[in-house]
């Protein structure tokens, strides 16, 4: 049974599940599913390392942008923020900054050039600077900022209500898996850093809730359902509980899977990425079959392959990640080690 793993099992699962979602997903970015069954067969993409001259799938700026979230979470642990001594959103600004400079070249100011000289692992790994194409808009919030001016949620930068701050959410789920109601606000505060729509960056509290309630031992549905009702507390989150109810719905309808997934959008918005993202994992309770139908069926593959990913992983733990998988995934040897450091250090007590 997935509630008597350990919860190591559990965060590996989660991470590195999201990364091998994520990387199938970028393999068929931009195919249509007509083109992904002419090119990997009437079944589709079955497995990672399938694309030609391609020997091993690679993660995007998803999993990027999860592990240097990880890593400001873990630096601002080891300052104090656990007791008010550095400031969580502050720190994973600054690694956001750093994930900036790995597709730039540059930081938003020369004031922040410190941030490239800083000892990191992640820095120090030339992989994590080949360029993923993440989405202008999300480079240009980043770009277009400093330590004193970047989102809140109080103070929005901008209205971006894309899906690519969801990542931030993994990270934080797991670190405050103790409190999903903790996890929920430490998610949206780090969200509205680069996505001012209310949206967005609920959208992104509700997945750490979720997967902070799946290491609690909850199922996908309960920890989906938990979320709703933190969302439901929130006048302008009405549209993301919106979105996971109606994921929650058809599952139990008799529709075809063509068209529950078009009802729920194409995966371009948080809301629509996380919903897509619950509903594959939940209607086949599997890892594998889970990311297939995410990554042949969405037309945002790697995002909704990554939330699958995640979830399942979670749910399951890393034993349900198929071994042959991960040798054809690129550096899941990071992966599994962040979501072991952030198993170490997250809050006892909350």
């Known amino acids: 049974m997935a509630t008597k793993m350990y919860k190591k099992n559990r965060f590996v699962g989660c991470f590195t599940g999201a ?15 007509e083109e992904i069954k002419k ?15 391609q020997p091993t799938s690679k993660p995007s700026d998803e999993t990027q942008l999860a592990l240097f979230t990880a890593s400001g979470l873990i630096k601002a642990d080891e300052l104090g923020a656990a007791k008010d001594k550095a400031d969580y959103t502050e720190y994973v600004y600054y690694a956001l900054q750093q994930w900036l400079y790995t597709q730039t070249g540059s930081t938003a100011t020369e004031d922040l050039e410190w941030v490239t000289n800083e000892e990191s692992d992640l820095l120090s790994n030339t992989k994590l600077f080949k360029k993923r194409m993440p989405t202008k808009q999300l480079l240009t919030a980043l770009a277009d900022s400093d330590e004193k001016s970047y989102g809140t949620i109080k103070k929005p930068k901008n209205e971006c ?15 405050f898996y103790k409190d999903n109601e903790v996890a929920f606000e430490r998610a949206c505060d780090l969200a509205a850093i680069t996505h001012g ?16 309630a799946i290491c609690q031992k909850q199922t996908i549905e309960e920890a989906t359902q938990s979320a709703i009702e933190i969302l439901n507390k929130h006048e302008e989150a009405e549209s993301v509980a919106t979105y996971l109810s109606k994921a929650l719905q058809l599952l139990d309808e008799k529709n075809s899977i063509r068209s529950d997934m078009e009802s729920l959008g194409k995966g371009n918005t948080a809301e629509s990425a996380l919903a897509l993202g619950v509903y594959c994992a939940c209607l086949h309770y599997e890892y594998d079959d889970s990311i297939r139908l995410a990554v042949n069926r969405s037309k945002n593959p790697d995002i909704t ?4 990913g995640a979830l399942n992983g979670a ?7 198929p071994k042959k998988w991960r040798k054809k995934v690129e550096f899941l040897e990071v992966t599994d080690d962040y979501a072991s450091r952030l198993l170490a250090v997250a ?3 909350l």
């Open 19 to 33: 990364a091998i979602g994520d990387a199938m997903g970028s393999d068929v970015k931009g195919m249509a599913e």
């Open 39 to 53: 090119t990997f067969g009437k079944k589709g993409l079955l497995q990672p390392g399938k694309v030609k001259n």
């Open 161 to 175: 209500k894309l899906f690519d701050c969801l990542p931030y959410a993994l990270p934080c789920g797991l670190y």
């Open 197 to 212: 729509n209310p949206s967005a960056y609920y959208s992104a509290g509700a997945f750490a809730a979720i997967i902070s």
């Open 305 to 308: 392959a990554f939330v699958a």
């Open 315 to 321: 749910y399951f733990g890393d034993n349900c990640i």
């Open 347 to 349: 809050p006892k007590k």
